[in-house]
């Protein structure tokens, strides 16, 4: 793979940031060329298949023909035996993707956003979707949607672990249509109908605080943060700003080179950001291409919801010496996945290599330990300034 801009092809971290989940977040590099990969429809329609999946698929509908008091949809019978066929692999991160729903992973990962308007993960001990943030101004928020709410169903399907991904893609819909989602929240049941829209969202929260510390909270990697980052981080600078607090908590990555790009502005020239191995153990490295422009000391708070993406800035800065890494353990995903484009349309996504940090750490179902480990309060209603202790720590290391 190289590393010039020219040649530079797009690896793709989806926290989809309309309705995506932290679980199934993945790093992914997207191809340009298609694939001719989709199985022949008309041979097992007509029960010609022989061998494989052709053979078994054509057995089954023989029987279904034969019995299935219904009428058959051929299309949406393959599509369910693809998915279920590439589940199978096993792998969190192998993925096959309709036409609509590739559409819709590329069109996020691009920064083309149509949905209500909400940052989402799984929550396991309650076995359903959990509302992390409703963006300001969004539809979601309009129709009353709040932090840590519960989603309980789409348009009267169940949510599950399981089905979450398949969810999210429900969500987000078309432009102009409406959603129907049960929430719960303080152990009641609410129904909601939210109006699915493009959604103008901005990567970069970010502001001035106590002590010239200036202070960027990175939501995403998706297309065009990096332009955002490097136009507050110098609107904060032409402020006065002595030294940096890089917020990344909870946030579930983007586009990889965006945060390679954010590297670049801080990193020395030659400096070793990020180590890929793949199936054949072949390594590939990526380097630091430019002078650093940002040449203050810098605090990054990470969290267990830190992840990919997000995980490959704190560990190159970590391990560069560029940054103070403060909060808690990062989640910990570090595979990368290629998403291609077959010929009707569809996509597959699967894992194929493995990254670590410059200094050879694996991030992998392991994390990044930060270097200074500070937990938030339990039991508070609203995190503000004061009780995040957590910035406050920041703020402290910089003074």
């Known amino acids: 793979m190289n590393n010039g801009k020219a040649q530079k092809i797009y690896r793709v971290i989806m926290l989809i940031i309309i309705t995506s989940l932290l679980s199934s977040l993945i790093t992914v590099i997207i191809v340009g060329e298609k694939f001719n990969a ?3 429809l008309k041979s097992i329609a007509s029960g010609d298949g022989t061998t494989g999946i052709e ?30 066929y590439v589940a199978g692999v096993g792998d969190d991160y192998t993925v096959y993707y309709t036409k609509e729903e590739m559409d819709q992973e590329y069109d ?51 949510v599950t672990p399981e089905n979450a991904n398949q969810m999210s893609n429900k969500i987000k819909g078309e432009e102009g249509t ?6 719960k929240r303080d152990g009641k049941e609410i129904e909601l109908e939210v109006e699915r829209q493009k959604i103008e969202v901005s990567h970069i929260n970010s502001e001035m605080l106590e002590n010239n510390i200036a202070y960027i909270q990175i939501l995403d990697f998706d297309g065009g943060t990096a332009k955002e980052f490097e136009k507050n981080y110098e609107n ?19 586009v990889v080179d ?29 380097k630091s291409e430019k002078e650093p422009i940002i040449n203050i000391p810098i605090a990054v708070l990470v969290n267990e919801n830190t992840a990919s993406a997000s995980e490959i800035l704190a560990g190159a800065l970590k391990d560069n010496g560029k940054a103070t890494i403060i909060g808690t353990k990062t989640y910990g995903k570090g ?21 670590c940090t410059p200094n ?37 290391e910089l003074k």
């Open 178 to 183: 409406k959603v129907k989602l049960t929430i």
């Open 55 to 84: 053979a078994a698929l054509a057995s089954i509908r023989s029987i279904l023909e034969e019995k299935y008091i219904g009428e058959l949809d051929d299309e949406k019978m393959l599509e369910m035996a693809i998915k279920g």
């Open 236 to 254: 904060l600078k032409s402020q006065g700003a002595t030294s940096l607090i890089i917020d990344i908590r909870s946030n579930g990555g983007g």
């Open 38 to 40: 989709t199985l022949n």
């Open 108 to 158: 996020t990962a691009m920064g083309n956003y149509v949905g209500i308007g909400i940052y989402m993960i799984v929550n396991y001990e309650e076995g359903t979707i959990e509302v992390i943030e409703a963006m300001k101004d969004s539809p979601a928020e309009k129709a009353g949607l709040l932090a840590g709410d519960f989603i309980i169903s789409v348009d009267g399907e169940d």
């Open 258 to 286: 965006e945060a390679i790009d954010i590297l670049n502005l801080i990193c020395d020239k030659g400096s070793t950001l990020l180590i890929e191995t793949d199936k054949d153990k072949k390594e590939t490295v990526t």
């Open 360 to 396: 050879r750490d694996k991030i992998n179902k392991v994390g990044i330990e930060p270097d200074i480990t500070v937990e938030l309060p339990e039991n508070i209603e609203e995190l503000t300034k004061e009780n995040d202790t957590q910035l406050q720590k920041a703020i402290e």
């Open 335 to 355: 595979v990368i996945q290629s998403l291609m484009r077959l010929t009707d349309g569809s996509g597959l996504k699967t894992t194929i290599a493995e990254y």
